[in-house]
């Protein structure tokens, strides 16, 4: 048996071979084909991999995991033998790496979590996501900096005033001087292209999102999820199956909150960083949707808040008692117990026409 321990990066990959009789051989390849392909004359059949986790992981392991016994991502946050050693090279990386594996192996006992690998589809989602995040968060600066600009005037328009359909028009039209004005221009102009660069993520989201087409039945019967918003969630989760318990599932999506306990003292923690953080951004956006709908939640949230209970903390379990129904859902295959049956059907029959008249060009199909 072999154990192997990889350390990647962008341009270069650093391993490990920790063999039966403890002794190691270090190389160090570009990451390229060439370089792959001389590791790959290397493994077999009996040769376990390890690989820290990088933003370029999930590609490399898809080319290297059918020539190995197993390939496992480590979670390097997760491994305390790495981060406390003072030393820190690629190779002592890359051995350490190896010696976890081979002490987890030869133990048969779980050390930690390996990092979850997730379908293609699922990855695409991911990618796509992260742009559509990306080009929010621009959107969200640019209206800011024109907000500040009518302000500075001495024009202080609300926002919903300035973004109107039919305000923004009018408001385009008046001249206040030529600063403002030049940066006025730009600024809307830049604000229109990424919103329809916007809209042409969201439904390329959509588009490819077809085949989780029953689960985004399901989680759609919940008030406050949209489509995009149910895609999200399947792009987070990937695989319901992975998670044990509701907990479990909270956490990953980093809305269950970490716990100090020494002795008889315990403190609750902020939440827990490790994990998908996609879901619980889009969703917080419907909170106030689904907690003004269900009149239990509603009467449990000012109770709390005439206790004089931070806003911020309520949100937070509110979050984590939809996140606990949804996996139920998911989890029985069922709707949601509060369903409104003509909104989720008009949710579905929209997406469903969406599909159907949907044109994407031949290249990104």
Known sequence: MKYVGIDLHSNKFTYCFLYENNNKRLITYNLDFRGIQDFLKLVNRETSIMVEAFTNTFGFVDRIKNYAQKVIIANTHKLKLISLVKKKTDKIDAEKLAIVLKMQLKSNQKM?????????????????????????????????????????????????????????????????????????????????????????????????????????????????????????????????????????????????????????????????????????????????????????????????????????????????????EIYQMLKKNEYHYSRDERNHTNKMRTYTMFLINYKIPEKYA
């Open 112 to 324: 930690f979590e390996p990092v979850h690998l997730p379908n293609g589809l699922i990855r695409k989602l991911r990618s796509l996501f992260t742009t559509y995040r990306l080009y929010r968060k621009h959107i969200t600066s640019i209206k800011n900096r024109i907000h500040s600009i009518y302000k500075q005037e001495l024009m202080p328009f609300a926002k919903e005033y300035i973004f109107g359909k039919k305000t923004k028009t009018l408001l385009r039209e008046i001249n206040i001087n030529p600063a403002a004005d030049f940066q006025l221009d730009l600024l809307f102009n830049e604000l229109e292209v990424l919103e329809i660069s916007v809209k042409k993520v969201t439904l390329y989201i959509m588009y490819l999102a077809n085949s989780y087409k029953s689960q985004i039945d399901i989680l759609t019967s919940m008030k406050g999820i949209s489509i995009l918003t149910a895609i999200a969630l399947i792009a987070d989760i990937s695989e319901l199956k992975r998670f044990k318990n509701s907990k479990k599932f909270s956490s990953y999506l980093r809305i269950a909150s970490g716990v100090d306990s020494s002795n008889e003292t315990i403190r609750n923690l902020s939440t827990k960083k490790i994990g998908r953080r996609l879901s619980i951004t889009l969703l917080s956006q419907s909170l106030n949707h689904f907690r003004d709908s269900n009149l239990k939640i509603k009467k449990w949230y000012e109770n709390k808040i005439d206790q004089g209970k931070k806003r911020g903390k309520i949100r937070m379990a509110i979050c984590r008692r939809v996140f606990a």
